[in-house]
């Protein structure tokens, strides 16, 4: 029997990459929809498994995607409630790559410190956006103290507010105008990632080349200027000035594991959710 993976997409065009990365992660046909929204998912959904009996519907499998985290998020609750009884297939969520390129971000961080972050700082840099959400999130689901920053105090707090209601964890958030705090945000820190937009510069490399106690960085930026100065995009844990090194390319190696890895998992049952938690569990068996 086919393996068919219906992608759903709030974008008016539906991504192009995540339809490649199904084919490459196992999905015989790729069936792909834009623009959509809450009310369109019932109809698609009981399309998608009313064809097929409940013992087929691990061939059945969606994906939701898009550029806008909270309307993707919305939609996999509208899917959800398609659901019934054994009507229901497996569903991934990665908005914008965000769930993929957090849970990679992060594995490279723990593995790079022995795979054990309860009780240690992390500082999530350009924290408020969809991979730093998550990536914070995440770090916090393992025990780290966790500390994101924006340049705005108003969106730190937000973004401290929907990570608590999202993972019911608590992180710090932080507002940082200059190098000068962001050099004061580290004092502590072991892990920090930087998650802001391409090309745009978040730590300089005076800021944080020989802080005391800091063992692993990454950055999720290949857009020059990098979001670290001081980190290429190929480094994969390569040592600079002592501290662990990951760059985009790197990460985004992972991330690409990951997604297949995901979207092959997806087909191996009906009855799976792959959000944020469950991608990283994945993620930290590759």
């Given at each position: 029997m086919k393996r068919i993976l219906f992608q759903?997409?709030?974008?008016?065009l539906p991504s192009a990459f995540d339809r490649v990365v199904g084919y490459d992660g196992g999905a015989d046909h790729v069936v792909s929809y834009g623009g959509v929204e809450e009310g369109d998912v019932q109809g698609l959904v009981h399309g998608a498994i009313f064809t097929r009996g409940p013992k087929d519907l691990a061939h059945t499998a969606i994906f939701?995607?898009?550029?806008?985290?909270g309307r993707a998020e919305r939609l996999l609750e509208a899917v959800r409630e398609a659901f019934f009884g054994p009507f229901r297939v497996s569903v991934m969520l990665d908005p914008n790559g965000s769930n993929t390129t957090a849970a990679a971000?992060?594995?490279?961080?723990?593995?790079?410190?022995?795979?054990?972050?309860?009780?240690?700082?992390?500082?999530?840099l350009a924290g408020t956006g969809p991979v730093g959400r998550r990536a914070a999130g995440l770090l916090a689901r393992l025990g780290a103290r966790v500390a994101i920053t924006s340049r705005v105090a108003e969106r730190a707090r937000e973004a401290a507010?929907?990570?608590?209601?999202?993972?019911?964890?608590?992180?710090?958030?932080?507002?940082?105008?200059?190098?000068?705090?962001?050099?004061?945000?580290?004092?502590?820190?072991?892990?920090?990632?930087?998650?802001?937009?391409?090309?745009v510069r978040l730590l300089p490399e005076s800021a944080w080349a020989g802080c005391r106690g800091l063992r692993?960085?990454?950055?999720?930026?290949?857009?020059?200027?990098?979001?670290?100065?001081g980190v290429e995009a190929t480094d994969d844990g390569e040592e600079r000035g002592g501290v662990a090194a990951f760059g985009a390319l790197a990460i985004g190696g992972l991330k690409m594991k990951v997604h297949k890895a995901a979207i092959a998992d997806l087909f191996r049952s009906n009855d799976r959710i792959l959000d944020a938690e469950a991608i990283y569990d994945l993620a930290a068996t590759i």
């Amino acid at each position: 029997m086919k393996r068919i993976l219906f992608q759903l997409d709030a974008d008016r065009l539906p991504s192009a990459f995540d339809r490649v990365v199904g084919y490459d992660g196992g999905a015989d046909h790729v069936v792909s929809y834009g623009g959509v929204e809450e009310g369109d998912v019932q109809g698609l959904v009981h399309g998608a498994i009313f064809t097929r009996g409940p013992k087929d519907l691990a061939h059945t499998a969606i994906f939701i995607g898009g550029s806008d985290v909270g309307r993707a998020e919305r939609l996999l609750e509208a899917v959800r409630e398609a659901f019934f009884g054994p009507f229901r297939v497996s569903v991934m969520l990665d908005p914008n790559g965000s769930n993929t390129t957090a849970a990679a971000a992060v594995v490279k961080l723990v593995r790079a410190i022995g795979g054990e972050v309860a009780g240690r700082r992390a500082v999530v840099l350009a924290g408020t956006g969809p991979v730093g959400r998550r990536a914070a999130g995440l770090l916090a689901r393992l025990g780290a103290r966790v500390a994101i920053t924006s340049r705005v105090a108003e969106r730190a707090r937000e973004a401290a507010r929907r990570i608590h209601e999202r993972f019911g964890a608590e992180v710090e958030p932080v507002p940082v105008s200059g190098a000068a705090e962001v050099g004061r945000v580290l004092e502590g820190a072991e892990l920090v990632l930087a998650a802001g937009s391409a090309g745009v510069r978040l730590l300089p490399e005076s800021a944080w080349a020989g802080c005391r106690g800091l063992r692993a960085v990454a950055d999720v930026n290949a857009v020059p200027p990098l979001g670290i100065e001081g980190v290429e995009a190929t480094d994969d844990g390569e040592e600079r000035g002592g501290v662990a090194a990951f760059g985009a390319l790197a990460i985004g190696g992972l991330k690409m594991k990951v997604h297949k890895a995901a979207i092959a998992d997806l087909f191996r049952s009906n009855d799976r959710i792959l959000d944020a938690e469950a991608i990283y569990d994945l993620a930290a068996t590759i």
